[in-house]
């Protein structure tokens, strides 16, 4: 096993800003389902946090989470070509390519670097910029999956509409299963790809 090494100040202010929801990388533009199942009246105020627990532990974006993390051991290629497999639609194809260049674009003004604009998925662009860049696998992987527990809580605090400190709370209490989902995640292989969360697929559609 690989020494875990620790992240440096300037690696974990560039972190901080990489992985939030208010980057500018179009995030705002998508919610991987969640604006229609609202619109749907399949998530509530009493939905929410399952919703997103869901998603990171046996959903698309634990399919993400995976693909980031497998940034730190394979090749960028073959896991781009493998993420892109693996968009269930149209839309989701679309997210998740235009929030890759996005991030490739963004994140080179920190690397100062020409940005990089070929197709490729999100968490394989922000996974593969964080390794090279010398940021520790399991503390972006926290940060990975804060920031979309923190931007699918946004969106529900505009479309439910959901208060602030509900929005807080929401995001308080997925704390711990953040932690687990990363332990796990760390610990995963590509074998590990997988889901069970339709709806939020056909609602990403």
Same mark, same amino acid.
């Given at each position: 096993?690989?020494?875990?090494?620790?992240?440096?100040?300037?690696?974990?202010?560039?972190?901080?800003?990489?992985?939030?929801?208010?980057?500018?990388?179009?995030?705002?533009?998508?919610?991987?389902?969640?604006?229609?199942?609202?619109?749907?009246?399949?998530?509530?105020? #009493?939905?929410?946090?399952?919703?997103? %627990?869901?998603?990171?532990? $046996? /959903?698309?974006?634990? @399919?993400? *989470?995976? !693909?980031?993390?497998?940034?730190?051991?394979?090749?960028?290629?073959?896991?781009?070509?493998?993420?892109?497999?693996?968009?269930?639609?149209?839309?989701?194809?679309?997210?998740?390519?235009?929030?890759?260049?996005?991030?490739?674009?963004?994140?080179?003004?920190?690397?100062?670097?020409?940005?990089?604009?070929?197709?490729? #998925?999100?968490?394989?662009?922000?996974? %593969?910029?964080?390794?090279? $860049? /010398?940021?520790?696998? @399991?503390? *972006?992987? !926290?940060?990975?999956?804060?920031?979309?527990?923190?931007?699918?809580?946004?969106?529900?605090?505009?479309?439910?509409?959901?208060?602030?400190?509900?929005?807080?709370?929401?995001?308080?209490?997925?704390?711990?299963?953040?932690?687990?989902?990363?332990?796990?995640?760390?610990?995963?292989?590509?074998?590990?790809?997988?889901?069970?969360?339709?709806?939020?697929?056909?609602?990403?559609?």
């Amino acid at each position: 096993m690989a020494p875990i090494m620790a992240t440096d100040a300037a690696q974990l202010l560039m972190l901080f800003n990489w992985m939030s929801p208010t980057f500018p990388i179009g995030g705002f533009a998508y919610s991987h389902g969640l604006e229609q199942a609202i619109a749907d009246g399949l998530v509530s105020q #009493a939905d929410l946090q399952s919703w997103v %627990s869901d998603l990171i532990q $046996s /959903g698309s974006a634990w @399919n993400d *989470a995976v !693909l980031f993390s497998r940034c730190w051991h394979d090749e960028t290629p073959r896991l781009n070509e493998l993420a892109l497999a693996l968009c269930g639609s149209t839309e989701r194809y679309s997210e998740t390519t235009q929030l890759g260049r996005n991030f490739t674009i963004a994140a080179s003004v920190w690397l100062g670097t020409p940005a990089n604009e070929t197709e490729i #998925a999100y968490p394989v662009a922000a996974g %593969s910029i964080c390794a090279t $860049s /010398g940021i520790e696998q @399991n503390q *972006a992987l !926290l940060a990975f999956l804060q920031g979309f527990c923190a931007a699918q809580i946004s969106v529900a605090v505009r479309l439910i509409p959901l208060g602030q400190t509900k929005g807080l709370e929401v995001l308080r209490d997925l704390s711990p299963i953040i932690v687990s989902a990363a332990t796990r995640v760390a610990q995963a292989t590509l074998s590990d790809l997988g889901g069970n969360c339709f709806i939020a697929e056909i609602a990403a559609m």
